[in-house]
């Protein structure tokens, strides 16, 4: 079947780091995205792996491991505004003639003074 | 980047009625649009996939005499939630593909649906 696993919620320190790991098992993998989502707001995309590998953007990095079925997102020098929800994606072949994206449940990141 | 618009923002209707969403997308050509439904604190629900000049296809559950999604352009579709009922009431997002290789979905600001 299809799953995917993320913490619900984590807590740092502003001008820390913080990883977010996520982990996925699905039948026809072609890709992982992550999104950012403030409390009330649609969310807004950060990234998309589909090598292994480590992909940096600014503050932010992604990190993909195929064979582990693995993905961290990695925040660096945190701010108040890195607060929200942040949700692993994955695209998957649906066995018929389309891709879908399966959805994480999210991860709270809740940032402190 | 690509924008994605939405409207209404903000609805509240009577039991009944029925409801008109938009959802467009400004400066790209969608060819496929996305239907989220978002509970308060929880995840995003997919409802349905809706391609240009094709009927949507619906996910488990999701009633597509209810929710009539209609994709008429490469950038507007519609969801229309007909005799909207209190449980109705909830946070529905659009989202559309760009195409090409990373297929990046860009959301829509989304639209707050109350029904009293």
């Known amino acids: 079947g299809q799953n995917i696993d993320q913490p619900t919620e984590m807590t740092a320190t502003e001008g820390a780091i913080v990883q977010i790991n996520c982990t996925y098992q699905t039948s026809g993998f072609n890709g992982l995205f992550w999104y950012q989502q403030h409390a009330g707001e649609a969310p807004t995309f950060l990234s998309y792996?589909?090598l292994d590998g480590l992909e940096e953007k600014g503050r932010f990095s992604s990190f993909l491991s195929r064979s582990k079925g693995y993905s961290y997102l990695l925040l660096k020098e945190l701010q108040m505004k890195d607060s929200a929800s942040y949700l692993c994606?994955?695209?998957?072949?649906?066995?018929?003639?389309?891709?879908?994206?399966?959805w994480g449940a999210g991860t709270k990141l809740i940032i402190k003074p | 980047g690509a924008v994605v618009s939405q409207h209404p923002s903000w609805v509240i209707c009577k039991s009944g009625t029925s409801v008109k969403i938009e959802c467009r997308s400004l400066d790209f050509q969608a060819t496929t649009m996305f239907w989220y439904r978002q509970f308060p604190k929880q995840s995003l629900m997919l409802m349905a996939t809706?391609?240009?000049?094709?009927?949507?296809?619906?996910e488990q559950g999701v009633e597509k005499d209810k929710f009539l999604i209609n994709h008429a352009s490469l950038t507007l579709s519609t969801l229309t939630v007909t005799s909207a009922h209190p449980e109705d009431s909830s946070f529905y997002i659009c989202?559309?593909?760009?195409?090409?290789?990373?297929?990046?979905?860009?959301f829509g600001p989304g639209t707050r649906l109350l029904v009293l």
């Open positions: 792996n589909v």
């Open positions: 994606a994955v695209r998957d072949w649906n066995g018929k003639s389309n891709y879908q994206l399966i």
């Open positions: 809706s391609n240009e000049g094709s009927k949507a296809t619906y």
């Open positions: 989202s559309a593909r760009e195409g090409g290789y990373q297929e990046t979905q860009y």
